[in-house]
C-alpha cells in the first residue's frame, strides 16, 4: 500500500502533462482513469449542457449516460461561498439531466486532519464514481 501524500502522487504523475494545469487531486482522478481502461471515454474540462447554459465539468465521462466527475480540493471548495457556488453547478447540471459525482480531496490525497486515502479506498471510491454512486463526502 502506497501512501497518497502529495510528494507521492506528484513523483506519480509526472507523465500525466496532458492534464495541462490541473491539481494534484485532478491528476490523480486522470491517472485512474487512464490505468482503467477508460481513455478516450473522458473529456477532461469538457462541458455539459444546452446552448445557453453550458457549464465546465471536471471530467465529463462519455460512457453512455450524462456522468460528471467533479473534482472538489477541500482548499478551494470549503469556505461559504463556493459551497453555495458548488451547489448551484450541481443544480444546473442535475436540471440538464446530468449525473454529478463529486470527489473529494481529503479522499484523493492526505490532507491534515483527515484519515490517509489509501490506494485501496482510492480505487472502491473511483469505481463506484464511474458508475455513478457517490461515495466521496465532504468532512466538516
Not at 502529495?6 to 495541462?20: I, K, P, Y
Not at 478516450?40 to 449542457?49: A, E, K, M
Not at 463556493?82 to 443544480?91: T, Y
Request: net charge negative; glycine share 12%; with cysteine.
Amino acid at each position: 500500500m502506497a501512501d497518497r501524500t502529495r510528494a507521492e502522487l506528484t513523483s506519480r504523475q509526472r507523465g500525466f502533462s496532458w492534464l495541462g494545469n490541473a491539481t494534484l487531486e485532478e491528476y490523480a482522478v486522470g491517472a485512474w482513469l487512464e490505468a482503467n481502461n477508460f481513455k478516450g471515454l473522458y473529456i477532461y474540462q469538457g462541458t455539459f449542457g444546452g446552448y445557453r447554459r453550458k457549464i465546465r465539468t471536471d471530467f465529463l465521462m462519455l460512457t453512455g449516460r450524462s456522468l460528471c466527475l467533479e473534482v472538489q480540493g477541500d482548499h478551494f471548495h470549503g469556505g461559504a461561498a463556493e459551497v453555495v457556488a458548488d451547489r448551484l453547478r450541481r443544480i444546473l447540471l442535475q436540471e440538464q439531466g446530468a449525473l454529478v459525482v463529486e470527489l473529494w480531496g481529503h479522499d484523493i490525497v492526505y490532507y491534515d486532519g483527515y484519515e490517509t486515502p489509501t490506494d485501496e479506498s482510492f480505487d472502491e471510491m473511483m469505481t463506484a464514481a464511474v458508475e455513478g454512486i457517490q461515495t466521496s463526502y465532504r468532512n466538516g
